[in-house]
């Protein structure tokens, strides 16, 4: 009503004038008062609806890797095309120097590396040179129509994201530390080293410690806490020293309650969590307000169920 009020009706071309004085202007706002209001006091009596408290980045584990073989292509795609914020790739090194996507320290549980290779136990990644890697099958584990899915090279991964338009921020893990300057420079080759397109994770603090004067601010930095590092640490005295050199933790999900969480958001450091793939456990993680999620099923419409509730308090 403001709006139409404050329009600037009078024109050098029409300014009707009625009997009495009543301009056209004025029916018009009148009409329009007429219109408007009851829509305005149904606006006002709707139920509010329930918001969303804060909706976390969906972080695909290991890409999709719960609809495909982890650390491959065929993952990676997935995760992008059911919309995950990030696409989580574990970085190792090869025997040459060669950055591959990869969880295990060895080949056996997600390649045909025995066969393939059968004097080479105990097929130890940084055993082996990308060359002979590359005649692996990284597929077939996990099923048939995935046979040959080879292993990826982190340079792989980027030249395919790219080549297929598919703009998927990466949230790299650092498997071993003396990685980090390699890492460092294939990103920066390619644009990525920017804030919103990486995020840096890792077991061990050597290895965030050293990328940091490697990358620009405002790239965020987590570090992974296992389970067994807080037998021997309280949780603060533990924060109190990730808070240095890191911008969050990554928390298992044994660990993640309001305590860990509050403890955390005090510090300024946030909380991802992983790994997620229970629906229940989502609607739990989103009230105590976690800041990501890792997840193998980064399907949509798990999250946004999850993740609306009541406004807290
Ligand atoms: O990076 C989060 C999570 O992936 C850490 O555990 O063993 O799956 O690499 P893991
Ligand atoms: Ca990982």
Redo the contacts with the bound molecule.
Sequence with gaps: LFILSSQPFHSNKVCWKQKGGMTLHRIWLYVSFLVWLPLGLASSAAPQQPSVTREPIIIA??GASGHAPEHTLASYRLAARMHADYI?V?VRMTKDGKLIAM?DATLARTTNAETVYPRRSPWQVGDFSLAELKRLDAGSWFGKRFAGEPIPTLEDIIHTLKSERIDAPL?I?L?QPGIEKSVVQLLQKHYYLQRGRIIF?S?HPESLQTLRPLIPNGIPLIQ?IGERETARISPNELLEQVAVYADGV?LPLSLANQEWVDAAHSRGLIV?V??VNNPHDLARLCSIGVDGL?TDYPDRPARIAACHQPPRG
């Design positions: 584990h290991r989580e574990d969880h949230y893990e498997k994770q077991f992974l990554g991802h992983y790994t890792f």
